[in-house]
Structures are given as structure tokens and as C-alpha cells.
């Protein structure tokens, strides 16, 4: 019973690398299995005038527009660490460290979050910042929890991997489990009992053995192949969002989330080994009506927590943050809402 299980187990987690699904291609499966359970990556962050507004002004660049670019250059760029744990466990923690020094020292730190359940956080976060730790823990994680959780929340349209199986395949394999767990107590019972695979009655088997020779998981009407001039492209298409994924590796290239007033576009582009084995986007541009703000990841590590928990850590953290004096200087970012 114990191997039929894992077998079905296989099959509902793994169908995606076949036949994609939305919940399926934001598990980042195109990256390497995180095997530790402490992620930390650090980031540089520079805020730019809005791309959107360049666009619609772009026959004549208004005086105003002109004058924001102007300020926005002018301003040094922030340094966020963030640290993830990776536990077995279906509950994400998150350290943001916020630095206004390049160096990333203790005397630098200029702000410090901690959530101790990602989850939570992305639920009561607006769709800027939840959209944003979401992304961030598909492409370090390989997990698609939390953006499945988001979509959840926002779209109407939207199924996970357990929506799409079929009802009456899964019926017939629980009630399998079921079988197979009596015959297994007692096994005088396996020539009494009807077995669901197969049971005697023709009728009966020819329906089983249709529902046997079904796919697991039904097709996901939200993801298609789409043929451009550049190839092709798995691009998933919901009520709150548009999403275009690579063909062969399955790299999330461009998502936009709308159409309503406030849009957000997010690019992704060059995707690197920082470790040898796990991959991140290099840069990351995230535009709206307000501004564009471009992050360029600037390492990523595969940690072990040890016996420092992240409470431990984040409380390390905050005494380094209550001993700056420069905590609050000239801080205007996203990622503080």
C-alpha cells in the first residue's frame, strides 16, 4: 500500500513537468532541489521613474517627468539581505535586512522585518509587495505555495494542481487504499472482497479501466504553448494575470498583473548559477504608474540554521538596527509598505 501511494504521490506532484500547470511552472522546477534550509540572498535595489509614464510621454518627456529621473539618479541605491528558511515544514520564515552601504555591515542596517509566516504576510500585504514575496520564494525555494496562495486570494479563475484532478480517478484510488488497507488486516478477506481495480462485474471494469487509462490531472485551460517570433512559450493567461514562461526549462521571462489601476509588470532576465547549482535571474525589473524599481541580485547561498533560529537571528539583527543612528535616513522603498 505503502509503494502505491508514493506512486500516486509522484504522479500529482511531477504531472506538471509534462503538461505544465500554473501551480506546477511556479515551482521553479527548471532549478536545482534546495537541499539546506536557509536561503540568503542579497540584492541591490535602485528606484527609477516610472517606465509606464516614460512611455505614454514618449513624443515629449514632460518637464516634471524629466525633473523625477533626475532625483531618482541622484540617489544612492539600497542593499536588502533576505534569509528564507527552508524547513520540511509547510510555514516560510523571512528576514529582511535593509542597508544603506553597499558593505552590508551591522553599522549600515537601516531596516529589519521579520515574518514568521510568509504566507500570513503575503495575505495581508498589498499586491506590489505580496506579488513581489511571492516571486521571490518560487525562484529561491522551487515552491509555488506561496504565489498558489496569492492567486487564491485575487483571481476567480485560478486552480491548483489538486483542483485540476480528476474526481472520479481519485475516488477510484481511495477507495483502492481503502481495499487494500482491509486485505491487509486481514488477509482472508482478499477473496471476498470486490477488488476496485478489479472488480468482477464486466460492466463495472470496462468504466474502471477508463477512469485507470485517464490523466491524473485535467488540462489547465489557464496554461498554453504559444509560437512567436522568437519560439515558443508557455504563457499562462488568468482574470489577474499574464505570465510567460521559457518552452524547454520552464524560466518565468515576464509577468504582468492586472489589468486595473494600479499594473505591475515584472521582466526577468539572465539567469545565473551564483553556486554552481542554483540559479536566480540576475536583474529584475519591476515597473508601475509610480516608479520602476530594478533589483540585481548579487549573491545567493545555501546556509544551515543550525541552532540559531531565525527569531534568534532577526533579534541580532534589531540590536544591530537600535544601535544606527542612521536608521531612517532618506528610506523610500517598496519593500518597507
Avoid: C
Avoid at 237 to 245: G, Q, T
Avoid at 299 to 311: D, E, G, P, V, W
Wanted: hydrophobic share 40%; proline share 3%.
Amino acid at each position: 500500500m505503502n509503494k502505491l501511494i508514493l506512486i500516486i504521490i509522484f504522479t500529482i506532484t511531477n504531472i506538471s513537468a509534462s503538461v505544465p500547470t500554473v501551480e506546477g511552472l511556479f515551482r521553479n522546477g527548471n532549478n536545482a532541489d534546495v537541499l539546506t534550509n536557509l536561503i540568503m540572498i542579497k540584492m541591490m535595489v535602485e528606484n527609477d521613474v516610472s517606465e509606464m509614464l516614460m512611455a505614454k510621454e514618449s513624443s515629449k518627456v514632460s518637464a516634471e517627468l524629466e525633473k523625477q529621473a533626475l532625483e531618482e539618479k541622484t540617489k544612492k541605491p539600497l542593499y536588502v539581505k533576505f534569509l528564507l528558511s527552508a524547513e520540511p515544514e509547510d510555514r516560510v520564515q523571512l528576514i529582511q535586512i535593509t542597508y544603506t552601504d553597499g558593505k552590508m555591515d551591522d553599522n549600515q542596517v537601516a531596516d529589519v522585518r521579520y515574518f514568521s509566516n510568509l504566507k500570513e504576510k503575503i495575505l495581508k500585504s498589498p499586491s506590489n509587495l505580496a506579488l513581489f514575496y511571492s516571486v521571490l520564494s518560487s525562484l529561491a525555494l522551487n515552491r509555488s505555495n506561496e504565489m498558489s496562495e496569492f492567486l487564491k486570494r485575487n483571481s476567480k479563475v485560478y486552480k491548483d494542481n489538486r483542483e485540476l484532478i480528476d474526481p472520479e480517478k481519485r475516488a477510484l484510488y481511495d477507495k483502492y487504499k481503502r481495499y487494500l488497507s482491509v486485505v491487509k488486516e486481514d488477509s482472508s478477506l482478499k477473496d471476498t472482497m470486490d477488488n476496485p481495480f478489479r472488480p468482477e462485474d464486466p460492466e463495472v471494469l470496462k468504466v474502471v479501466n477508463a477512469i485507470k487509462n485517464r490523466p491524473f490531472m485535467m488540462k489547465d485551460q489557464n496554461v498554453s504553448l504559444v509560437k512567436t517570433q522568437n519560439g515558443f512559450f508557455w504563457t499562462v493567461k488568468l482574470d489577474v494575470m499574464e505570465a510567460v514562461f521559457s518552452n524547454k526549462d520552464y524560466r518565468l521571462e515576464k509577468l504582468k498583473y492586472g489589468p486595473f489601476e494600479k499594473t505591475l509588470i515584472f521582466n526577468f532576465d539572465d539567469y545565473i548559477l551564483f553556486d554552481g547549482t542554483h540559479e536566480l535571474p540576475k536583474n529584475i525589473k519591476i515597473s508601475s504608474e509610480e516608479n520602476t524599481v530594478k533589483l540585481r541580485m548579487l549573491s545567493l547561498s545555501h546556509l544551515t540554521l543550525k541552532n540559531k533560529s531565525m527569531a534568534l537571528r532577526y533579534g541580532e539583527y534589531r540590536d544591530a538596527l537600535k544601535d544606527n543612528v542612521k536608521k531612517d535616513e532618506g528610506l523610500n522603498l517598496f519593500l518597507l509598505q
